[in-house]
């Protein structure tokens, strides 16, 4: 297990107007390794005190220096917070296993790597956007004048911490806004660098602030008078919660929600790739993403095969110590979400669920939330496995016999995040495709992303969509000018 030098400790504290502050009462909370459950460090828990605090560096700001501020340079202190985000990898990455329990090697080369590019990608992209123009016969001409929303929040969540903050806050600060990060409470550590990272960049003071604490905290920014607009990424019951509290000051929204993904795999699929990338898909992260396929479904010709080659690689993937580079499967986040997936998992059995690989808490560990990369067989499609998000190790695998029964049991969901089909028909491939309710659908691929590209959930899984265009107008505003000719 881990030694003792891995142990690193770290407070964290707000970030507001430049400077690390406590909050007024020093009320702190404990951030516990969920691979050892030692203490990290201590949190800093923020009230309304502390909001206002940043909320109101953050407004000033806003009509400083920063909103003045030439393009190019704007766009260069953002690059430069990629390089200094990749200079200062290794520690980072470091921190990011710590807090979240994941393999070392995915912290580098999917959080931390991934967190620098979106800074890259919209230092690059804000120096091309444009906006519309019309000519009105010879009555008038017609253009549309950008702006910055003006204050924005930025709320997240847990598994994807470094990247899933940058995605947000790099397209906020391109596009002219100041903000405020409330990080999750369970994994506030990368979050907290990021601060000094974007002083050292020279992000004027008060334009990033950060206030860290539990739900309260991030309730305390969604209802403030004087926030313009929330992006938030996190559990669908919370984005109601933040929608009642936003509607009062009819903030504007953006919201990355739960998925229960379905992936498709018809009987004409590349089988090889097909099982390499649902091992992936399915158990990546601990299976802590909200893109993993946890509703697999085989046409049944394939299902037989498919199931015996599917277990018998996951029953390979090495569960254990995150700065171990064998393991393939770290700890769960914390303590509750380990009792909510085991909870699952006993949900399963009373269904009458068989389990294929796992199904109970890795063995060998003293300490530590680990849970066996999970395959259940069985179920129907009533039953809450299959329909609830369980967001860790466990995916459900279930035969189908026709395209119209498949697509019934994909769309019979709330949710609506993203989906992977498996063939090699092209006709299926656009045609199938098309008609799943989801706001990402992959062909014979998991993961591969553009940032260009529209990213977000239809039903309750979200909220309008992020990426290129779609991250720089949500931080924009838009103001119609008429020039009489
Ligand atoms: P969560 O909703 O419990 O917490 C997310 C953040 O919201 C935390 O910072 C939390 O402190 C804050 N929060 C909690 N209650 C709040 C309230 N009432 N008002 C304002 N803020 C509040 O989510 P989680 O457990 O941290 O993350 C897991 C969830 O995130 C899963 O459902 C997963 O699918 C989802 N997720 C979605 C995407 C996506 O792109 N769609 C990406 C990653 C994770």
């Given at each position: 297990?881990q ?12 970030f507001?107007?430049?400077e ?32 206002d605090?940043a ?26 917070i ?6 200062r ?23 931390i ?38 204050v924005?929040?930025l ?14 806050l ?8 100041t ?21 050292e960049?020279?992000?004027?003071d ?42 009062p ?55 037989d ?58 063995e ?51 949710y609506?995040l ?5 063939t ?17 659908v ?11 590209t ?32």
């Open positions: 297990m030694t003792e030098t891995k142990q690193k400790v770290m407070d964290c504290s707000h507001i107007n430049g690390y502050v406590q909050s007024s009462n020093a009320k702190t909370f404990e951030n516990v390794n969920p691979a050892t459950e030692t203490v990290l460090g201590n949190i800093a828990i923020g009230g309304k005190q502390e909001v605090q909320v109101s560096a953050a407004r000033k700001a806003l009509n400083g220096e920063w909103k003045n501020m030439p393009l190019k340079e704007r766009s260069n202190i953002i690059r430069k990629g390089d200094l985000i990749l200079e990898k290794d520690e980072l990455a470091e921190l990011e296993s710590l807090d979240t329990g994941k393999p070392l090697w995915l912290s580098q080369k999917v959080d790597d991934r967190a620098a590019n979106n800074f890259y990608f919209f230092a690059d992209y804000m120096t091309t956007v444009g906006t519309e123009a019309y000519e009105q016969d010879d009555l008038a001409i017609h253009y549309a004048k950008r702006r910055p929303v003006g924005v929040g709320i997240n969540p847990w598994n994807l911490p470094l990247f899933l903050m940058t995605w947000k790099a397209p906020a600060l391109a596009a002219g806004n903000a405020v990060m409330k990080p999750s409470e369970v994994t506030p550590m990368t979050a907290t660098v990021l601060g000094e990272i974007c002083k960049a020279g992000v004027p008060g334009v990033v602030n950060m206030v860290h604490g539990f739900g309260e905290t991030g309730a305390a920014l969604s209802s403030h008078e004087d926030v313009d607009a929330i992006a938030f990424t996190g559990e669908t019951i919370t984005g109601t919660e933040i929608m009642k509290a936003a509607a000051t009819l903030k504007k929204l953006s919201f990355e929600l739960g998925g229960k993904n379905p992936n498709i795999i018809f009987a004409d699929a590349d089988i090889e790739d097909a099982i390499e990338t649902t091992v992936r898909s399915s158990f990546i992260n601990q299976g802590e993403v909200c893109l993993c396929g946890s509703r697999i479904y085989v046409e049944r010709p394939m299902y095969e498919f199931l015996d080659r599917f277990a018998e690689k996951t029953k390979a993937l090495v569960v254990g110590d995150p700065f171990d580079a064998d393991t393939k499967v770290g700890a769960l986040v914390s303590e509750e979400h380990y009792r909510k997936v085991l909870g699952y998992l006993d949900i399963a059995k009373e269904e009458g669920g068989t389990f294929l690989t796992g199904g109970k808490a890795a060998g560990f003293d300490k530590g939330f680990f849970v066996e990369p999970t395959i259940i067989t069985g179920l129907g499609k009533d039953s809450r496995c299959v329909r609830e998000e369980i967001f860790g190790p466990v995916v459900t695998v279930i035969p189908f016999d026709t395209e119209e029964e498949v697509l019934e049991q994909v769309n019979d969901t709330h609506g993203s989906a992977s089909v498996w090699s028909n092209v006709k299926r491939a656009t045609g199938f495709s098309g008609k799943i309710e989801a706001g990402i992959w062909v014979n691929t998991w993961f591969l992303r553009d940032l260009r529209p990213f977000g959930g239809m039903k309750r899984s979200g909220l309008g969509r992020e990426g290129g265009s779609h991250s720089f107008d949500f931080y924009s505003e838009l103001t119609n000018i008429t020039l009489k000719m």
